[in-house]
């Protein structure tokens, strides 16, 4: 089956919120953002925008009627900056206007005074001045302490790993149209409508229902509109609310860049304790995460990062502490991954620091400490089904490992400035929101008298193919032609309190409530057909290629006929379902439970080549073994895997984002901040699905998949940093990413970068700001 907006989106015909044509008297808006990272609020001069011809309104904190308060965990971020501002980039003020460029011209001419305080941007300065979001982790298994001097050696280490610009297509909109009374709509592209409806409410000071917030589809998300889409929807629902107009938001690529949250960078030091031969006895980790100026959904990405500390190694003595820690950044928020690969990454460099000092292949002590089956996580869960193994296996066979490290070892040993280097890069990751809370879902299925199916669910389509994987569920479990099935747009009146489309969960999540909902009707369907037909089982009664069956053979009716007859006949053909992931909990007192329904494995093995005068690099291959369960649909899946590792690559290479001192973003800008293209990718790119793996929990035993792969990424830093030995050994090249070609330089020629910076004038790059 292919992707059902595949036709619409290859000629361009797909709809986005400002696509739907203009409700009459429609006006934008456009933000003053704050332009200092921190201080008090002294005045706000906002005439001069006011006066200007074509203005409507400028909207302030002192203007909302409900609540100023978006925050999703803990209340502390104001939806216009009340008595201070905390980051650059902050909306202060709303201009409201006839046309977006007026609203734009009209925001130049605000000015904000402010009384200057401090600015911290470092995670670690942040932790030492007691600038701590909630209350820090710490997650223990068995006894590091005791288990140091058990060791032969102990080595530690920093990484200090980059955060990520989301790069959704699609830059952050919202459009809000007043109905009759208080009503109000609004469209937004949101991976979370039901946050945009709850917090809108608040804002407006008025009760949930009368908002309605609806979602065709995203031009992507990747986790910045989890929670992040929230504000914008907020803000025309605030400024419909005051000009009882229609209201639309639309951001620049510079404001989402700089108004918006990102991947949240990391300061993390291990240290790890070694057998000989290369066995891990102990590992503990501080993650001191950079959370910007409110909490957004730090502590939740914290948590996950503790959860996946140790990857898909078996580690007997651990201790993982972290702290989510207050900067003057734009707040960091969720990113494909939520927290997972900066732990991975950290492990992944202590088991690299172990390889070098015990000089031995790096992937030899990768595989002595691979999860095996029955494992325990630090957090108490037990690995079952682990594919660890099976995929590590099954990558290193397929892919011929010993043939990629010979091949790698005679370039280098013939080549002097360009050399080559591989990683593998084994994956795990715990599929579940880890607010077990979250992990339910809820669907609608109408089935219209002409034998065409209508299903809403409360996921969002962005880009990942969730429709496309719910009509193939849906038409499976009803027996018929996908075609007759029609996806609708997410709305909070057909499904109510649903949660963010997130934690690669939508399919599974909502794919099981759409089999819920299906499941009713079709128990009515069966006990109908035995009536008409005069047989007895209604358990013998299936649907096939729109046949109706009796005890696996044809009984000569069709689904239209069977559909027609339940509806003379008066039987209801809508269903609504619920599902709730069954047997998952966690004990926060104790930091032990079973959070996660199952775990997604796999292993990749990337080869890079490295020009080790210019720092720039190639990288050959990307060959996976991917745990996917039973695909539902193979070139959606395979999509997902692809694209993730793209996003796993540009992460660990080239997207360097850069803030300076004061805040100031100096990569606002396509131009500044490179994201991985098609040329980038590997030419040679291989993906295999593991056989026999599917996942009894899900829909027709399919895994999720949106966002493990991106986790394969993390190898090509390894890679590289084989290429980077093989040209010249040295074992405290460091663990900073991205590690892009500058980078390379910088490292791969220490001492004499060093004395050029001593000797010649360091340039300083522009905020894009000042330049726009
Ligand atoms: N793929 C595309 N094309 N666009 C996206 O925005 N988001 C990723 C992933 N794949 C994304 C994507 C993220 S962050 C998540 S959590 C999952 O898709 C969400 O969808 P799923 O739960 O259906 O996997
Ligand atoms: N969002 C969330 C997530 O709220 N909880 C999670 O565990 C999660 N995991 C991945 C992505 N988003
Ligand atoms: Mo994805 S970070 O769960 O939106």
Not at 456 to 467: A, D, F, P, Y
Request: hydrophobic share 40%; charged share 25%; with cysteine.
């Amino acid at each position: 089956m292919k992707n059902i907006d595949a036709s619409l989106h290859t000629r361009g015909e797909s709809l986005y919120v400002d696509d739907v044509s203009q409700p009459e008297g429609l006006l934008h808006a456009a933000i003053f953002p704050s332009p200092v990272a921190h201080g008090k609020i002294k005045s706000l001069h906002k005439d001069n925008a006011e006066k200007l011809d074509g203005v409507i309104a400028v909207i302030t904190a002192e203007n909302i009627p409900g609540e100023n308060q978006i925050g999703p965990i803990i209340q502390d971020e104001d939806l216009l900056a009340g008595k201070e501002v905390h980051f650059i980039g902050q909306p202060v003020a709303i201009v409201v206007a006839s046309t977006a460029e007026i609203a734009r011209k009209a925001v130049h001419q605000i000015r904000l005074e402010v009384e200057e305080l401090p600015i911290i941007t470092d995670p670690v300065d942040a932790f030492r001045q007691g600038e701590i979001i909630g209350t820090p982790r710490t997650f223990q298994l068995g006894d590091v302490e005791s288990a140091w001097s058990n060791c032969d050696i102990v080595l530690e280490d920093v990484c200090e790993i980059g955060g990520q610009e989301h790069v959704y297509l699609e830059t952050q909109r919202a459009r809000a149209i007043p109905g009759e009374g208080s009503i109000m709509q609004i469209y937004a592209s949101t991976q979370s409508p039901y946050a945009v409806q709850r917090h809108a409410a608040k804002i407006l000071g008025i009760p949930n229902h009368l908002i309605e917030v609806d979602v065709l589809r995203l031009g992507g998300g990747f986790g910045g509109k989890e929670d992040q889409a929230t504000p914008w929807a907020c803000m025309v629902a605030l400024a419909s609310h005051h000009t009882k107009k229609p209201v639309e938001l639309v951001l620049s690529r510079a404001e989402d860049i700089r108004m918006t949250g990102k991947r949240h960078p990391y300061k993390s030091f291990f240290k790890i304790g070694v057998t000989k031969e290369g066995k891990v006895l102990a590992y503990s980790a501080e993650h001191y995460q950079n959370a910007g100026a409110s909490a957004d959904l730090s502590p939740a990405v914290l948590e996950r990062t503790m959860f996946h500390s140790t990857n898909s190694y078996f580690i007997p003595n651990v201790k993982i502490f972290g702290a989510s820690c207050r900067t003057n950044l734009p707040p960091f928020t969720a990113f494909r991954g939520f927290g997972g690969p900066q732990a991975m990454f950290v492990m992944e460099a202590a088991l690299t620091k172990v390889a070098e000092a015990l000089n031995m292949p790096r992937e030899q002590i990768q595989a002595k400490n691979l999860l095996q089956e029955n494992n325990l996580f630090p957090y108490g869960q037990k690995a079952t089904r682990c594919q660890a193994q099976p995929t590590w296996d099954e990558a290193v066979n397929a892919y011929q490992i010993e043939k990629i490290q010979s091949r790698v070892t005679a370039f280098n040993e013939k080549h002097f400035e360009r050399k080559k280097g591989f990683a593998v890069m084994p994956i795990c990751f715990g599929i579940s929101f880890t607010s077990t809370f979250m992990n339910q879902a809820g669907a609608l299925v109408h089935i219209y008298t002409d034998g065409s199916v209508s299903v809403s669910t409360g996921g969002v389509e962005m880009g990942q193919g969730l429709r496309t994987n719910i009509a193939r569920i849906a038409a499976d479990a009803l027996g018929i032609d996908s075609e007759r099935i029609k996806l609708e747009t997410t709305n909070t009146i057909r499904i109510a309190n649903m949660s963010p489309s997130a934690a690669s969960a939508t399919t599974v999540l909502n794919g099981n409530a759409t089999l819920l909902a299906i499941e009713q009707i079709m128990k009515r369907l069966k006990t109908l057909a035995c009536e008409e037909l005069k047989v007895a089982d209604p358990d013998k009664v299936s649907i096939q290629d729109e046949k109706i069956l009796y005890d696996g053979s044809e009984i000569g009716w069709d689904w239209e006929r069977l559909i027609q007859t339940a509806y003379l006949r008066r039987i209801g053909l809508s269903a609504h379902g619920f599902y709730a992931t069954p047997d998952i909990y966690f004990d926060k007192s104790r930091e032990k439970g079973r959070p996660f329904a199952y775990h997604v494995y796999g292993t990749a093995i990337i080869e890079v080549t490295l020009d080790c005068l210019r720092g720039v690099y190639d990288i050959d291959s990307a060959k996976i073994v991917h745990d996917l369960g039973r695909p539902l649909n193979e070139l959606v899946d395979r999509g997902q895997v692809e694209g993730g590792l793209a996003q796993g690559l540009g992460w660990m290479t080239v997207e360097d984002l850069q803030f300076n001192e004061k805040g100031e973003i100096l990569s606002g800008a396509l131009a500044t901040y490179k994201v991985p293209d098609v040329y980038f990718m590997p030419d040679n790119l291989q993906v295999a699905f593991l056989e026999d793996a599917d996942e009894p929990i899900s829909p027709f035993g399919n895994k999720a998949v949106g966002e493990p792969p991106l986790m394969y990424g993390i190898g090509v830093f390894y890679a590289l940093r084989k290429a980077m030995q093989a040209f010249r050994y040295r074992d405290d090249y460091k663990f900073t990413s991205p590690l892009t070609p500058e980078r390379v330089m910088l490292e791969l020629h220490r001492e004499e970068a060093e004395q050029l910076v001593k000797t010649e004038p360091v340039l300083t790059a522009t905020p894009s700001a000042e330049r726009s």
